[in-house]
């Protein structure tokens, strides 16, 4: 069975710092891996996804994840952090196209001004 | 185009009665999928659909049904409703890809049962 990881239920990082939002998973097979923001009262946006290929993925809002298929991890990160980066953030999972995804349980993102 | 709809956007019911939420997609999506949220809990899948007249059961299906008789349109039902289904439901769309593309999400119909 499919199972996605978000170890922290929250984090704060300085305005500026860089960021780090945590995922793991674990699947059978080739792993389809997916970012996803939800700000207040509204519905998830897609950030960026792995299908295969480059390690390291670019997505929307100048977010990268890395993918690392030894430690089963797909971090989610951000060189400089805004405050306007302030929402919730969710990983999912899929291992195959009649999967259903499976979403983590969200982590909640705080930008300090 | 309007993505995903969702209709009505705030909802309170009493136990026992009934409803019907709307998800409507104007993308031509071939998959069509109905989450719940509630805090800490992330989103679970309660039933999808991969075409028009057909329907799937997902993580959390009891105390709901669906039907798919368009396309565009994807109605989740619930027949009595219970306390346990207050929460925040999620409709979503995604290519003839399935899983493996990424969704898209209207923005919520927040439903309370007292």
């Known amino acids: 069975a499919q199972s996605v990881a978000q170890p922290e239920d929250q984090v704060n990082v300085a305005e500026g710092n860089p960021l780090t939002v945590k995922c793991t998973y674990s699947v059978s097979g080739n792993p389809y891996l997916f970012w996803y923001v939800q700000y207040p009262n509204r519905g998830l946006q897609f950030l960026l996804k792995?299908?295969?290929?480059?390690?390291l993925v670019k997505g929307s809002y100048g977010f990268e994840a890395e993918f690392n298929k030894s430690q089963t991890s797909f971090h989610l990160k951000k060189p400089s952090a805004l405050v306007s980066d302030s929402a919730l953030y969710f990983c999912?999972?899929?291992?195959?196209?009649?999967?259903?995804?499976?979403f983590g349980k969200g982590t909640r993102l705080h930008i300090l001004p | 185009n309007a993505g995903v709809t969702q209709t009505p956007k705030f909802r309170v019911l009493k136990t026992g009665q009934s409803m019907t939420l709307l998800c409507a997609q104007d993308?031509?999506?071939?998959?069509m999928y109905w989450y719940r949220q509630d805090p800490g809990m992330g989103l679970r899948l309660i039933h999808y659909s991969v075409g028009e007249g057909t329907t799937a059961k997902g993580e959390v299906p009891d105390g709901y049904n669906v039907s798919r008789l368009k396309k565009q349109n994807f109605l989740l039902g619930l027949e009595s409703a219970a306390p346990s289904q207050t929460s925040v439901y999620f409709c979503a769309t995604s290519t003839e890809t399935g899983s493996l593309d990424e969704q898209y999400f209207g923005p919520g119909t927040r439903l309370t049962v007292t």
């Open positions: 792995y299908i295969t290929g480059d390690n």
């Open positions: 993308m031509n999506h071939e998959y």
């Open positions: 999912a999972v899929s291992g195959n196209r009649d999967d259903k995804i499976i």
